[in-house]
């Protein structure tokens, strides 16, 4: 039996940390060690390209890999020198809800076709797009946890109550492993009195599931994509650097919490 866990990083609003999470979590759970696959299932590619991978030369993509068009063993390549590997993607992602129309199980694309590999890593950690379409879906067929990140501002609960029900309906059809792994506060600004009341208001509805870790808003992060590299290896001092090994960590004790607390 395999211990690989895997993890989607979903909300369907943009710009809420999802793929700066995805590439300084791969990266700094890969300082700490452990062996890192990070998928890129949205047609941007800014995990791609924040990842040190030109989007626009690919040999192949996760649109191949959906496609059926090739295995993961050779979509997979290193994440340039940042000690992770990573399935890239760019804009051909977009054929592949018209692509899988007639495909049987198509929800399960990306959980068949990670399969075969998952005993080469220790986390698959998959980046999704802003919104809940086909390719949210075979992430999430494909995961044992979600990770929500969340900017604590007015409107973000509202969105979480449909992300919810969409997850939900998930465990039921498709995927009944699948768990909320925990909420992520990102972008926080303590001085913000509103991002205090949501950030109060999360854990009063969600407890332990919220991180205790929380992502401040710190310009490195904003940066490092620009050079194509996870913050660590940017500015491995910045609040954000440090912010992200903190997740790491968090995250793989509690994963050996709930392994003891089985055996
Ligand atoms: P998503 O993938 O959810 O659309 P991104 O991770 O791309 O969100 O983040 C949106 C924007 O905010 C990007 O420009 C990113 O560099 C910036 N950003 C993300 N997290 C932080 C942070 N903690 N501090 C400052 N800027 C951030
Ligand atoms: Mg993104």
Redo the contacts with the bound molecule.
Sequence with gaps: MTTTRIRALA?Q??????????VNLAASLAATRRRVLLVDM?PQG?ATMGSGVDKYHLAYSALDLMLGDVGASDAIRPAADHGYDIIPANGDLTAAEVGLMQVQEKEYRLRAALEPILGRYDYVLI?CP?SLNMLTVNALAAAHGVVI?IQCEYYALEGLTALMKTIERIRENVNRELEIDGLLR???DPRNNLANDVSAQLIAHFGDRVYRTI?????R??EA?SYGIPVLNYDRASS?AL?YLALAGEIIRRDERSRNGTD
């Design positions: 909300n609003k943009g710009g809420v940390g999802k793929t700066t999470t995805s949205d800014n980046d802003p990140p990102t972008m926080f992502i401040p808003r710190n310009v992060l904003a994509p954000g912010a």
